[in-house]
């Protein structure tokens, strides 16, 4: 059921910046004033950026970005991903919150999304640093069924839906680091994760949870030299329900392509224009074999083709990268 806050709250996000008065707001929503004046108050306690104007109303700043989970769903045009969601205001890893649940019991496409992370992580257990309303946080499930594809395009399923959807919705262009970084002007902004699930029954892959990080506000001081966030690159801030739908689109609309509609090829293509390592020269930790290599591009199923310093071709498929200029090795992978 709907709190009464939230619904206050979303009537004054889709009026952001204009007065709504409490008579208004007791009139939509059937209530009191005197309810409004409370649900107004929680509201505030929990950061929300609402000015009360005396004998007058209230009014959401531009600047808010609160997060709105009837927002999100407005802004859906997906068939199933994220039709289920779950909004926390603090959660410890929204993939690790999937992880812990009984997930025969939610829909296929099931989204879980949080203001903040107490233990937001990346690959390999790294720290992703996720403090609250500073960006983006939020994991979904894929119920695999029937479906048998390469497991691993997922992620390039996913890092392809969120440089659409940033590009779309901030109007700057969102550039890929194998396999799952986004970078823009030189600078990561998001990382992704993917993790597969096991059925103890089958002992065969059942699903997969795709979680994604993106810095839309401040930027932490530790990382400020090579992380960056919408706000940060573009001006831009008050989007993050809007972004959460639009990278929900975008991948549906990537995984029916990639899953009934036979368009690898395409999405591949599009994965590698916006590679932008691809002649550049990297370190490359496979498996704990370290060389220099230069990158060449792709292949059909995502490997990393390079060129190491003795001439020979090889296809990465596993391990790390960094850029051979000394990447920093604090990342939000």
Known sequence: MTLLKDEVLHILEKRKGAVVTGGQLAQILGVSRNAIWKSVHVLQDNGHKIVSIPNIGYKLLEDDDSLSKQLICEK?????????????????????????????????????VADEQTLGRGRRDRTFLSNKGDGIYFSFLLKLNDVKQEVRLFTICAAVAVSRAIEKICNMRADIKWVNDIYCNGKKICGILTEAMMSVELQELDCIIIGIGI??????????????????????????????????NQFELVYFDYTTQNKKQAIMQYYQNRLFIIDKKIT??????????????????????????NGETLTITTGEIQLHQAEPQLTQS
């Open 215 to 248: 810095n839309t506000n401040t930027v932490a001081s530790e990382i400020k030299n090579f992380a960056t966030s919408i706000q940060e690159e573009t001006g831009i801030c008050g989007i993050r329900n809007q972004l959460i739908a639009e990278i929900l």
């Open 284 to 309: 490359v930790n496979e498996q704990g074999n370290t060389f220099l290599a230069t990158v060449e591009g792709v292949d059909e199923d995502g490997g990393l083709i390079v060129k190491n310093t």
């Open 76 to 112: 859906l045009s997906t068939t199933f991903l994220g039709r289920s969601m779950t909004l926390l205001s603090t959660v410890h890893s929204t993939n690790q919150y999937l992880r812990e649940i009984n997930l025969a019991t939610v829909d296929n496409g099931y989204t879980v």
